[in-house]
């Protein structure tokens, strides 16, 4: 049983990672969830990781407000792919759940401390924004952190929100500079290996005809988040990103990358938030990512939907 945060600015393709997190109940310990603007403002991400619980069936799991802006750049969120609510496509209501007092990037570190001789790993599914500031703080145990796994980045790919940067990336150079920097295990899972699990038809398809609330609901999140990407693109389905941290903890055989350098370009303006991958080894710079280029697609979908088709509700 591996102990996971998850970090994270749902977003719809957030919410399905959470709840396939929620689905790998043998595999991961979800110990909480922590919220960060992104998407859309925090006030919203962090009651829809609620709604995200309660539409899972899941109560235990706390959720955490973090840092409602980027470490120092204004924050640009993306209502255009998400909607308003960060969660259209669906109404999801909260009912009982509510908010925990403590801050996010506290609660990491207070994790850090307890979870000192088990090891715990980090899921970050939106802007770096609260693991920078945990790792910029001296109370933090990093030796506690088995890895950090992350969506973001993009090379062969390009960029989504600019045609030089990912969105997560993007939002926060800096923050992502700080932990591509911290010296812990990093791996990467960016445009380049989530352009590769666009959303199949008949995944979607089994998600409607489940009779489950739960599945239903993701079905109903996806169809609104995967009309922009497949405009865009002009591709039969939008790409499914954060799950791919989730499925990559769970079956890391599907997934092929590379130890390599990966830096951020935080001066500029133009080419801001771009991960300059060095596939091809041709600079002295340490290598400091894992970073995933290939997945095993209908394997992907396999555990999503498994894992979704297990809530209990
Ligand atoms: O670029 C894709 C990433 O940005 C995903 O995490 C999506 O949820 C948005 O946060
Ligand atoms: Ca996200």
Redesign the pocket.
């Known amino acids: 049983m591996r102990k996971v945060i998850i970090d994270t600015?749902p977003?719809q393709?957030?919410a399905l990672a959470m709840m396939t997190a929620f689905g790998a109940k043998k595999d991961l310990n979800v110990l909480g969830i922590t919220c960060v603007a992104?998407?859309v403002p925090l006030d919203l991400t962090s009651v829809n990781a609620l709604k995200i619980c309660e539409l899972s069936g899941v109560f235990s799991v706390p959720v955490f407000r973090g840092c409602p802006a980027p470490l120092k750049r204004k924050l640009i969120t993306?209502e255009h792919?998400?909607g308003k609510t960060g969660l259209d496509g669906t109404d999801l209501l909260v009912k009982k759940k509510e908010l925990e007092p403590t801050d996010a990037v506290d609660f990491i570190i207070e994790c850090t401390e307890k979870y000192r001789d088990e090891k715990i790993t980090i899921c970050a599914?939106?802007?770096l924004t609260n693991i920078a500031k945990v790792l910029k703080q001296d109370t933090v145990l990093t030796d506690s952190i088995e890895e950090i796994v992350l969506?973001?980045g993009g090379f062969f790919e390009g960029g989504?929100?600019t045609p030089a940067a990912?969105?997560?990336i993007y939002v926060d150079p800096e923050a992502a500079k700080i932990v591509l920097e911290s010296g812990l295990k990093i791996t990467m899972l960016p445009?380049d290996v989530?352009h590769k699990t666009l959303v199949q038809r008949n995944f979607l398809e089994k998600l409607r005809k489940s009779g489950k609330n739960s599945a239903i609901q993701a079905a109903k999140l996806l169809d609104f988040f995967e009309r922009y990407d497949v405009e865009k693109y002009g591709s039969q389905g939008g790409p499914l990103?954060?799950p791919n941290v989730i499925v990559y903890l769970l079956n890391p055989e599907i997934y092929y990358g590379k130890l390599v350098n990966v830096e951020v370009e935080v001066n500029s303006e133009l080419t801001r938030g771009m991960t300059v991958v060095d596939w091809w080894n041709v600079t002295d710079r340490p290598p400091n990512a894992y970073y995933i280029n290939e997945v095993k697609e209908n394997e992907f979908f396999e555990t999503v939907l498994n894992n979704i088709l297990s809530l209990e509700i």
């Open positions: 600015d977003g393709d957030d992104g998407n993306a792919v998400h599914l939106g802007p969506m973001g989504n929100i990912e969105f997560n445009l989530t990103h954060d």
